[in-house]
């Protein structure tokens, strides 16, 4: 076996419109290595994982799996892989036994030894008592198990895995890391592993590689990257608010400033891991700055892609390959939802241009509304308060955008379910009142009254909004008015 | 480790009738829809005997051809499914990750529909023979009848497996079976042919391939023992069946993308 | 909000209606190629079946072409019901509940929009039968008659319809619209007339209510009226209880809020 387990030269994967899915990506797995594949959602991780198992045929570049070319030694590739895709690829009537039988009999294993490896492989992932019921009674956790069996029936050096813990509960997790890691180790089988938490990246992985829009934007040990990155971030919490300006600069002798994660916290970028801390302390306590929090954060892969890319990693963020994305929350934080959108109970995350907006507005949701709008009045909002005083809105699609976080509007007369729209960031999001209530929404909550009638005034931030009364056209009038 | 195509095709094929009989949504309007229809057109068309010149005089005996013809149709909708749902859940990615070759994969999935083509088949020839109709050419007849019969269900099968290929879509091949019921009924599966007196359904009639498919079937019932009515019968499914394994083979490269 | 009559509330959700189909016409394919299909493909086929001893005309076009007519009728009007369906999902009813000062008006404006599919669809269905060879023997009033027949089946299919829709609230009905449908339709006389019918299939034919629109429509189509009264009367008695239906649900749906 080459020392190179697997072994990539600018590969490139093209569409036919848009964006380059992967963009010269260049990265090598050594032998038994974990090596771990970390990026946004959309970043081309997936189309990467397919073209090296020989499912997508690359637009340009080389690379080799196991010593044989993917793109001319395909059949070689496939006997020595193992692959566990995102999608977990089970045939729901088939119960679990079968599957593994099917997999070992395709892969040329005799009947008897077929059934033998069927049931190791069962036991192994600790799906023995359900390997008779079939995959449409599994939960979700037990399809990735099943999947990971199926991959491993041939024993294969390599194995690929997408994103396999996504949306598993932790305890499904730490089984499978635990598995991952067993197999490196015990077996010496190379793994190629693609996520988008950059915990399990951090966990598992010997090295990682980062990808956004097609490229490796950083590769390395954990360890290395985010050494490059610098020190930690020290984020002080002040006991009253007015003490907020003497912190930071009590706080700025120390090194860069930087947003704090609420309102009135401080976070200032340290040079080192934290042997300033202690120092800190005493300054502040010498300046007199009561101190009700004070939290001392290392840099993390998010910190790495932050100083690459300049976006955090784990928010989400476009779908060139037109994968959904997935829910952004890492588990510990507050429910934290960029965007949402709700069109007949279907929710999707999606960023919404301000130019979408009439289409999107075209949709079965809210047509009957904008028709019974303007068939039967639309009422008139004004913002009286705030950066966008004196704007006013209707519901036809002529809306104003506002800065992040501001503006509100809701129709109480569209439907039962009153809709709000909201602007954030340049961008629309329509929503159920009701839905949007509670949230958060980039790191401001909404609070909202649950029934506006007109002369009914609602603050949001450093905004007002007044609803005046609908200007009804008559019905008798005629149609179409 | 390779195994062998005839493998292969053991396994696929024990999958595919493991699978169709696990779907009660695909054994039930094979079974049921062409009794409904055999029944309630009968009920409605028992005068027709008293036409001149037609051809038999219990109604049955004409009309069985109806549940076998739709029967064999309706399995397009059940194999398009079938492999619509392997595209649908990504399952044919791990096939085509293993070294099973394309179209063993396409004559497996034949297996199903044969296995549910020969239930079909007895109970039709039972209800048919309970409610009267008759062999004309006997016991030997019936089972010619159940051999083409087989052949048409393979060949709409490997039809369906073909749309199923192309469109990846369960929804489609749904929509594929009412536009094959109109195919049938624009043929002589309601009336004999030589009896149409509107000339133009005549002539719609005659130029629709299924004419030739129900003719033969009914022929060892109403007739005997026909030659050429078989013949045609036989060479219609026979020739559906060779053109439909070949589309689907060629689409199924498609669908099992691999370098 | 001004108060609007039962009048310009219908002609509000009727004339909107119309827009929508306007928008897509290929709302209509399904109400109108399942009938065309089987004028067709029975015209077509059976006609030899006229030469039956009592079948009373040698015009099996026209025979069919009433069995498809009042198919058409019926599927229009059935088509209220996922009309309204969809309006309350989209949130429009909700809308349109509260504020409509009389909503049993709402279910007239469907009423009169199905009425309108119900005559387009007819108005495409007539020509093409004409050109399979349709001839209509009846005099103008019997023809007025058999018209007339339709149109309050597709009203008492509306009605119904509609009357579902208000009940359940959502999609989940649609499918049980159309089945007990179908079976009116064809536990009927639809290959031969009733007296040719023999077995089980004549007693529930017998029974079944449409089994007279068909027989008084064929009447009417070829110029020898008959059981007139019985249909009309049937067709009244089902207006009324499908009206009665209606308004329960309209009920049923107010009181959900």
């Known amino acids: 076996m080459a020392e190179r387990a697997i072994d990539v030269q600018g590969l490139v994967r093209e569409y036919k419109k848009g964006p380059r899915a992967v963009d010269g990506v260049s990265l090598y797995v050594e032998t038994g290595e974990i090596y771990g594949f970390l990026g946004p959602n959309g970043a081309g991780k997936s189309t990467m994982v397919k073209m090296l198992v020989t499912l997508l045929p690359p637009s340009g570049g080389r690379a080799t799996v196991g010593g044989y070319d993917i793109a001319s030694q395909g059949d070689e590739v496939r006997k020595v892989i193992g692959v566990a895709l995102q999608e977990a690829a089970l045939d729901p009537l088939l119960t679990g036994r079968e599957h593994l039988f099917l997999q070992a009999g395709l892969n040329g294993f005799p009947k008897k030894r077929a059934k033998e490896r069927g049931e190791e492989l069962l036991e192994r992932v600790g799906l023995s008592g359900a390997g008779d019921r079939k995959i449409g009674t599994y939960s979700g956790g037990m399809r990735r198990r099943l999947d990971l069996a199926l991959a491993l029936v041939h024993s294969p050096s390599i194995i690929f895995l997408d994103e396999p813990t996504t949306g598993l509960d932790p305890h499904s997790r730490s089984a499978l890391w635990e598995e991952v890691r067993r197999l490196a180790r015990d077996e010496g089988v190379t793994i190629f592993l693609t996520t988008q938490y950059l915990e399990e990246a951090d966990v598992l992985a010997r090295r990682v590689g980062i990808i956004d829009h097609g490229r490796i934007v950083a590769e390395g040990t954990p360890e290395e990257l985010k050494a490059q990155v610098g020190g930690s971030t020290l984020e002080v919490v002040p006991a009253q608010e007015s003490e907020k300006e003497r912190l930071e600069a009590t706080l700025a002798r120390f090194g860069a400033l930087a947003a704090g994660s609420g309102d009135s916290g401080v976070a200032v970028r340290l040079r080192d891991r934290g042997a300033a801390v202690a120092e800190i302390i005493r300054a502040l306590d010498q300046a007199g700055v009561a101190v009700s929090d004070l939290a001392l954060h290392s840099p993390t892969l998010d910190d790495v892609f932050l100083a690459r890319t300049g976006r955090p990693l784990e928010s989400g963020d476009g779908e060139p390959d037109g994968q959904p994305a997935a829910e952004a929350a890492a588990p510990e934080s507050e429910p934290e939802i960029d965007l949402r959108m709700a069109a007949a109970g279907r929710s999707k995350i999606e960023r919404l241009p301000t130019a979408m907006l009439k289409d999107w507005m075209a949709e079965r949701h809210l047509q009957g509304a904008r028709e019974s709008a303007r068939q039967l009045g639309t009422p008139t909002l004004t913002i009286t308060k705030g950066p966008l005083a004196g704007k006013q809105v209707n519901v036809d699609g002529r809306l104003v955008i506002g800065r992040e976080g501001d503006l509100v509007i809701s129709h109480p007369e569209i439907s039962r379910r009153q809709c709000a729209i909201l602007v954030v960031d340049g961008s629309l999001v329509i929503d159920d009142l009701q839905s949007l209530n509670g949230t958060w929404v980039n790191g401001k909550r909404i609070e909202l009254p649950t029934l506006l009638a007109p002369g009914d005034a609602m603050s949001l931030g450093t905004s007002t909004i007044e609803v005046s009364a609908p200007q009804p056209p008559s019905l008798v009038s005629g149609p179409g008015a | ?259 | ?257």
């Open chain 3, 1 to 257: 909000m001004r108060h609007a009559t039962f009048w310009s509330i219908t002609r509000y959700v009727a004339w909107r209606n119309l827009r929508i189909l306007l928008r897509s016409p290929t709302l209509l394919v399904p109400a109108l190629l399942l009938p065309l299909f089987f004028l067709i493909a029975f015209a077509g086929a059976l006609s030899n079946l006229t030469n039956l001893p009592g079948f009373g005309t040698k015009d099996y076009t026209a025979f069919q072409y009433v069995f498809a007519l009042m198919q058409s009728a019926g599927f229009t009007g059935a088509m209220g019901g996922f009309a309204m369906a969809e309006d309350f999902e989209s949130g429009f009813m909700d809308r349109l509940m509260t504020t409509a000062t009389s909503r049993a008006a709402i279910i007239s404006g469907y009423v009169l929009a199905m009425l309108a599919r119900g005559l387009i669809a007819v108005a495409v269905l007539t020509p093409i039968a004409f050109a399979f060879g349709m001839r209509m023997h009846g005099s103008v009033l019997e023809i007025v008659g058999l018209f007339g027949l339709a149109a309050l089946l597709n009203i008492v299919a509306t009605l119904w319809s509609t009357g579902v829709a208000m009940h359940v609230r959502s999609f989940a009905a649609a499918g049980g619209m159309f089945l007990p449908l179908f079976l009116v339709l064809f536990l009927a006389p639809v290959f031969v007339p009733l007296s040719s019918l023999t077995g089980w299939l004549h007693a529930v034919a017998v029974v079944n209510p449409f089994t007279r629109l068909l027989e008084a429509g064929r009447g009417f189509i070829t110029g020898q009226p008959k059981d007139v009264l019985w249909a009309f009367g049937a067709l009244a008695a089902m207006v009324a209880l499908s009206t009665i239906w209606a308004l329960r649900g309209v009920r049923s749906a107010a009181r959900a809020g």
């Open chain 2, 1 to 259: 480790m390779n195994a062998s195509f005839g493998t292969q095709l053991r396994l696929l094929a024990r999958r595919s009738v493991v699978r169709t009989f696990r779907d009660p949504g695909s054994i039930i309007p094979a079974v049921a829809v062409p009794l409904i229809l055999f029944v309630v057109v009968s009920a409605g068309l028992e005068k027709a005997t008293h036409v001149k010149g037609f051809p038999t005089d219990v109604i049955w005996t004409f009309t069985l051809t109806i549940a076998f013809a739709n029967g064999a149709m309706v399995t397009v909708a059940n194999t398009g499914a079938a492999i619509a749902t392997d595209i649908e859940h990504g399952f044919i990615n791990r096939l085509a990750l293993t070294p099973m070759k394309g179209f063993v994969l396409v004559a497996a999935q034949l297996a199903g529909a044969l296995v549910l083509g020969l239930i079909q088949a007895v109970v039709f020839l039972g209800v048919g023979l309970a409610a009267g109709a008759r062999f004309e050419a006997g016991a030997l007849g019936a089972l010619v009848l159940v051999l083409l019969f087989l052949t048409s269900v393979a060949a709409f099968g490997a039809f369906g497996i073909f749309v199923g290929l192309r469109t990846g879509s369960g929804q489609a091949v749904q929509a594929i079976a009412p536009l094959m019921t109109v195919f049938l009924f624009l043929s002589s599966v309601n009336f004999p042919r030589n009896l149409i007196t509107a000339d133009w359904f005549k002539w719609v009639a005659t130029v629709n391939p299924l004419s030739y498919l129900v003719e033969g079937m009914r022929s060892v019932l109403i007739t005997g023992w026909d030659k050429q009515a078989l013949a045609y019968g036989f060479a219609f499914a026979g020739g559906l069946l060779i053109l439909m394994i070949a589309a689907a083979a060629m689409s199924i490269q498609g669908r099992l993308v691999r370098t």
